[in-house]
């Protein structure tokens, strides 16, 4: 397929790891209806949360998901485990369709997907102790328990047997986010979100987490999907990057190429504001600062939705630009090898990248 041509998902290229997917994503869509009236609700108009959103996740592999805040990493990895239904899309768990399975068949595979919340302090249930939350799992699935179960969990996670009978609000966050991990590994899933876990933490408890999920995934063989805004633990902990902007995946790459070559505008401003160590460094960089604010999400650019804000967008004769208006821009090869998809029409004169 050549340049400029339309690519087979929605706008969206899919592009493959090279181990063998445990979770494949395609062409995913959530739109969020507006309704207006007083009496009888009328639908105006939609939020597209995810717009068509295309991603494989290969086994024991850790995907990163980056992105500003409301571009649409938490929905798309809500509508991943149907916490939230897809609009449509198909996703795809360890070779099982999961899209349209009904409650029954969807509780028994939850058992395989589980997630683990942003904020430590709300995703427990305060007047239950830490035995009952962990105990709740298995109740709900029927699973059975022995009399070591709550103290192997909490030994897992590292922390002490007799905490099991505490409530959440006599634990740190970093502690609490420990309960939380526990509770997802609880039914030895396959798949896990991590939906920006350690973002509510304090630095020094940021690395504690981070070095524990590194260290079950190895002892377990968990997939992560990884949400996150702080680029230097994406850094440390994936495998691979996706970059969301405004419902859309604008660039996805391996960690090193994409940090050492990044290709999209937005993915470029992205890297440049993450602080370098060395102060020498740090102060003859250059950074890129993006002008305005993301676009409503429901009215969204036409063609290239980060053309509002691109300073490539600005330098480009009127004939280019004109390109970047009426032309959504597909996932496009922009290394020559596979693996390495930019969103922009002049990031490469490439091949697109497809299924």
Request: with cysteine; hydrophobic share 35%; aromatic share 6%.
């Amino acid at each position: 397929m050549t340049q400029g041509s339309e690519p087979q998902h929605g706008g969206v290229g899919t592009v493959e790891p090279t181990q063998t997917p445990m979770l494949e994503v395609d062409n995913l869509v959530k739109h969020f209806p507006i309704r207006s009236g007083v009496f009888i609700k009328r639908t105006v108009g939609q939020v597209k949360a995810v717009d068509g959103v295309s991603l494989a996740v290969g086994k024991g592999q850790t995907v990163a998901l980056v992105g500003e805040s409301g571009c649409g990493k938490s929905t798309t990895a809500r509508a991943i485990l149907r916490l939230v239904e897809p609009t449509s899309g198909r996703i795809s768990l360890d070779g099982l369709d999961i899209t349209g399975l009904g409650k029954d068949r969807l509780r028994k595979a939850r058992q395989d997907m589980q997630i683990v919340f942003q904020d430590p302090y709300a995703s427990l249930n305060p007047r239950m102790t830490i035995r009952q939350i962990l105990l709740e799992k298995y109740q709900l699935l029927g699973a059975q328990t022995t009399k070591s179960t709550i103290s192997d969990l909490l030994d897992t996670v590292g922390l002490a047997e007799e905490y099991a009978d505490r409530y959440p609000h006599q634990f740190s966050g970093g502690q609490r986010q420990r309960i939380g991990i526990a509770r997802a590994i609880a039914m030895n899933p396959k798949f896990i979100v991590l939906d920006e876990p350690v973002s509510a933490l304090d630095v020094s408890i940021q690395a504690q987490i981070v070095n524990l999920l590194e260290d079950l995934q190895d002892e377990l063989g968990l997939t992560y999907l990884f949400i996150a805004h702080d680029l230097s633990v994406v850094r440390h902990i994936a495998d691979r990057v996706a970059v969301m902007y405004l419902g859309k995946v604008v660039e996805i790459a391996d960690r090193d190429d994409l940090f050492d070559r990044p290709h999209h505008p937005y993915t470029q401003a992205l890297i440049s504001a993450v602080p370098i160590p060395d102060p020498r460094l740090e102060r003859q960089r250059e950074r890129i600062v993006l002008r305005g604010d993301v676009p409503n999400p429901a009215n969204p650019p036409s063609g290239c939705r980060f053309r509002t804000r691109c300073w490539k967008f600005e330098q480009l004769s009127e004939s280019d630009a004109r390109r970047c208006i009426e032309e959504p821009p597909p996932l496009y090869d922009v290394t020559g090898k596979p693996g390495h998809g930019a969103a922009c029409h002049y990031a490469s004169l490439r091949e697109v990248v497809t299924a």
